[in-house]
Nanobody, 124 residues
Framework: QVQLVESGGGLVQAGGSLRLSCAVSGRTFSNYAMGWFRQAPGKEREFVAFVSRSAGNTYYADSVKGRFTISRDNAKNTVYLQMNSLKPEDTAVYYC?????????????????WGQGTQVTVSS
C-alpha cells in the first residue's frame, strides 16, 4: 500500500521560513517523480514544484520561483519543500504527490498518489 505523509506545516509570520517533508512508503521511491501542490480555501489545487526521479530536474510555479526549493533524498524516501520569504498568499494546505511518467508535471491529474496534506498559514 502506497502512503505519502506530509509534515512540517504550521503558522509563521510573513518573511519567515518552513520546511515541509513528505515521507513515502510502499513503492520504490527512486522510480517516481514527485510534486508539491497547494490548495487555498475556495480555490483550486495549484502546482507548486516538481522534482524528477534522480533530482536532476526541478520545475517551479512562477509564484514561488526563487523562494521555494524542492529536493529529495532517495535514501530516506523523502521529498522536501524549503519555503523562504513566505507571504500571506502562500497560506494553503500543501500536498505532495507522486507520478511515474515525468510528464505534465504541473497538472494534478498526472499524479497517481497523494498525501493527506499539511496546513501552512502565513500571518501578515
Amino acid at each position: 500500500q502506497v502512503q505519502l505523509v506530509e509534515s512540517g506545516g504550521g503558522l509563521v509570520q510573513a518573511g519567515g521560513s518552513l520546511r515541509l517533508s513528505c515521507a513515502v512508503s510502499g513503492r520504490t521511491f527512486s522510480n517516481y517523480a514527485m510534486g508539491w501542490f497547494r490548495q487555498a480555501p475556495g480555490k483550486e489545487r495549484e502546482f507548486v514544484a516538481f522534482v524528477s526521479r534522480s533530482a536532476g530536474n526541478t520545475y517551479y510555479a512562477d509564484s514561488v520561483k526563487g523562494r521555494f526549493t524542492i529536493s529529495r533524498d532517495n535514501a530516506k524516501n523523502t521529498v522536501y519543500l524549503q519555503m523562504n520569504s513566505l507571504k500571506p498568499e502562500d497560506t494553503a494546505v500543501y500536498y505532495c504527490a507522486s507520478q511515474s511518467g515525468g510528464l505534465q508535471v504541473d497538472r494534478a491529474y498526472a499524479y497517481d498518489h497523494w498525501g493527506q496534506g499539511t496546513q501552512v498559514t502565513v500571518s501578515s
